[in-house]
């Protein structure tokens, strides 16, 4: 009996591997799942999230927190604003690891957004919802590298907070105004 040449068995799955993929791509497009962003930047959901207006938000954080909003929804809300988007933010540091002489050797810095996207026609809320993160900063002896360390994890839990309620807001955009509220 001879043994099949390894070159063939290798082609071999590797057709398999791609009718399989062929077969799991008309699974999923026929199960209805669809792009978010369908149609690029002329599509609904892009057009929509580009009409909503960030209200102000205060401190600091609120300001890491609007310019990262404005950075994801786009510049076109500043002359065809729709909706409105009101954010409240809650920011808490505490010490996570005390050492034995009763030094904080880490912290846990968390950022919660409690956000409401309001139709300005109707003045209907659309969507009412919570966004939060948390990150981990080490404390070293160094007194600028732990200023530092929570200036950067505070930089990062906006983007974090923007990316999660602008995916939410674009979530609820698609599924139209009169859709459930979720």
Excluded: F
Aim: aromatic share 2%; net charge neutral; with cysteine.
């Amino acid at each position: 009996m001879l043994s099949p040449d390894p070159r063939i068995l290798r082609r071999a799955a590797l057709v398999a591997l791609a009718c399989g993929m062929v077969s799991a791509i008309g699974l999923v497009s026929g199960c209805g799942l669809q792009p978010l962003y369908a149609g690029g930047s002329a599509g609904v959901v892009a057009r929509d999230v580009g009409a909503v207006t960030v209200s102000s938000i205060e401190g600091k954080a609120g300001y890491l927190v609007h310019s990262a909003l404005t950075d994801r929804l786009g510049e076109a809300a500043r002359t065809t604003a729709r909706y409105r988007l009101d954010v409240r933010l809650d920011e808490k540091l505490t010490g996570m690891i005390v050492t034995p002489d009763n030094a904080v050797s880490r912290e846990r810095s968390v950022m919660r957004a409690r956000y409401q996207l309001v139709d300005l026609s109707t003045g209907a809320i659309l969507l009412d919802a919570t966004a939060d993160a948390d990150a981990g900063i080490d404390i070293v002896s160094s007194e600028y590298a732990v200023i530092a360390a929570e200036q950067t994890a505070q930089e990062n839990l906006a983007r974090d907070i923007a990316n999660q309620i602008v995916t939410r807001i674009a979530t609820r955009l698609r599924q139209g105004a009169s859709g459930p509220h979720p």
